[in-house]
């Protein structure tokens, strides 16, 4: 991690390689605290990386940030509501490489069992 105190506030300088096998720079200024300057760092390094072994959690983030642009805000509404009670708190903090198939299936026999629609479900599912 290559946090920097910058005055009053922190900063983050590293390099990075891009979709294409380029190195670049990356400059991110403005933190309030060292760890929130890593954090940011670890982030952006594992969206760069395509890295299965983020949590379910961050990929929800990356995803809402690159899809809000591209959906009707209601159905982002729709999609963020379903996420935040259905699906996160089953598999918020497992890392995406460790999701598997027995796992989704269990989730799946829950919520079959706590009596939903199957056009809800359907709709969960998707």
């Known amino acids: 991690m ?9 900063r983050c300088q590293f390099y990075y390689t891009d979709w294409q096998g380029t190195r670049r720079k990356k ?6 605290t060292k760890g929130e300057a890593e954090e940011w760092e670890r982030v952006f390094l594992l969206k760069k990386a395509g890295n299965m072994d983020m949590p379910f959690k961050k990929f929800w ?20 509501y379903i996420v935040n009670d259905k699906i996160l708190p ?21 919520l079959i069992s706590k009596g939903y629609e199957p056009t809800y479900l359907k709709t969960i599912n998707n």
């Open 2 to 10: 290559s946090a920097t105190k910058d005055g009053k506030m922190w």
């Open 27 to 32: 400059n991110k200024r403005g933190f309030k």
């Open 61 to 80: 983030e990356l995803y809402k940030e690159d899809m809000s642009s591209r959906l009707r805000k209601t159905t982002m509404k729709n999609k963020e």
């Open 90 to 110: 089953y598999f918020g903090e497992i890392p995406l490489s460790e999701i598997s198939a027995p796992m989704i299936r269990r989730w799946q026999n829950e």
